[in-house]
Antibody, heavy 118, light 107 residues
Framework: EVQVVESGGGLVQPGGSLRLSCAAS????????MSWVRQAPGKGLEWVAKIKEDGSEKHYVDSVKGRFTISRDNAKNSLYLQMNSLRAEDTAVYYC???????????WGQGTLVTVSS | DIQMTQSPSSLSASVGDRVTITCRAS??????LNWYHHKPGKAPKLLIY???NLQTGVPSRFSGSGSGTDFTLTISSLQPEDFATYYC?????????FGQGTELEIK
């Protein structure tokens, strides 16, 4: 069974850092692009970042460029999101998802909550 | 960046109703358009990909159409489990933006 499970969320002060992890099982992530999507409280889904199968290509939404870094460890079948210089507006549930050919997101995790507050 | 605009933002309907949600892209995205529904506390669920392809396991009451800039999601006969928020997403170019969502509520 294909599964992705996020971890690493929590409470962090403005300006702080947090690293999210996504552990995949039931498939080999080395053959898929992988993405992060978030949902702030009371808001809609927002696409955050994606990374190519071998990590050679990365894309970000403008609001996180220069602050967030997506990475992967194919040997560990894991995806990561390093979040620096966090702001209150980064407060959200962060989802990890597997990209299918064509870019749609079929397999999602349950999400991990990041709260940025003093 | 490509902007995605859904209408309506919210919708009240009854079980058995036929419902249509529209999504407009700010530029031509061919058929790189996907539809999801999302319930609080759950993972989003893919319904339709590439504008009109029903994801395996999704009931046939869901259908999608359109190409270029204008797309629709239709639910032919609403069921209780369909009350949720619906999102379109373009996967033509990065960033793969979502629409703002359409909240489907029980009348």
């Amino acid at each position: 069974e294909v599964q992705v499970v996020e971890s690493g969320g929590g409470l962090v002060q403005p300006g702080g850092s947090l690293r999210l992890s996504c552990a995949a099982s039931g498939f080999n992530i080395r053959t898929y692009w992988m993405s992060w999507v978030r949902q702030a409280p009371g808001k809609g889904l927002e696409w955050v970042a994606k990374i190519k199968e071998d990590g050679s290509e990365k894309h970000y939404v403008d609001s996180v460029k220069g602050r967030f870094t997506i990475s992967r460890d194919n040997a560990k079948n894991s995806l990561y999101l390093q979040m620096n210089s966090l702001r209150a507006e980064d407060t959200a549930v962060y989802y990890c998802a597997r990209d299918e050919p064509g870019g749609h997101l079929l397999h999602w995790g349950q999400g991990t909550l990041v709260t940025v507050s003093s | 960046d490509i902007q995605m605009t859904q209408s309506p933002s919210s919708l009240s309907a009854s079980v058995g109703d036929r419902v249509t949600i529209t999504c407009r892209a700010s530029q031509n995205i061919r058929t790189f358009l996907n539809w999801y529904h999302h319930k609080p506390g759950k993972a989003p669920k893919l319904l339709i990909y590439a504008a009109s392809n029903l994801q395996t396991g999704v009931p046939s009451r869901f259908s999608g159409s359109g190409s270029g800039t204008d797309f629709t999601l239709t639910i032919s006969s609403l069921q209780p489990e369909d009350f949720a928020t619906y999102y379109c997403q373009q996967s033509y170019s990065n960033p793969h933006n979502f629409g703002q969502g359409t909240e489907l509520e029980i009348k």
